[in-house]
């Protein structure tokens, strides 16, 4: 059985740094694509990183240059390194894997 499990989201001053984490079970991390979505209030999910099954990582452009998506295999997880937040950034943060999604962790970036 397939789980993602995220944590690590907070309430965080514009211009801060927060680090996500999507733990997974039932399948090997480095084998497949995994991708890091978001959603706002009101707005649809979005995709803001992904991992392919080959290694490469792309960005949004909305995120590209802030945020950096990285995993450690012996642990089965995956990471979102978010630097420079603002306030648009806020959203219920999921990470996705064919379909399966977590249950979301919550950031908000304000003063």
């Known amino acids: 059985q397939v789980t993602l499990v995220e944590s690590g989201g907070g309430l965080v001053q514009p211009g801060g740094s927060l680090t996500l984490s999507c733990a997974v079970s039932?399948?090997?991390?480095?084998?497949?694509?995994i991708s890091w979505y978001r959603q706002a209030p009101g707005k649809e999910r979005e995709m803001v990183a992904i991992?392919?099954?080959?290694?490469?990582?792309m960005y949004s452009d909305s995120v590209l240059g802030r945020f950096i998506l990285s995993r450690a295999n012996a642990k089965s997880t995956l990471y979102l390194q978010m630097n420079s937040l603002k306030p648009e950034d806020t959203a219920v943060y999921y990470c996705?894997?064919?379909?399966?999604w977590g249950q979301g962790t919550q950031v908000t970036v304000s003063s």
């Open positions: 996705n894997w064919g379909g399966v």
């Open positions: 991992k392919s099954s080959g290694g490469g990582i």
């Open positions: 039932g399948f090997t991390l480095d084998d497949y694509s």
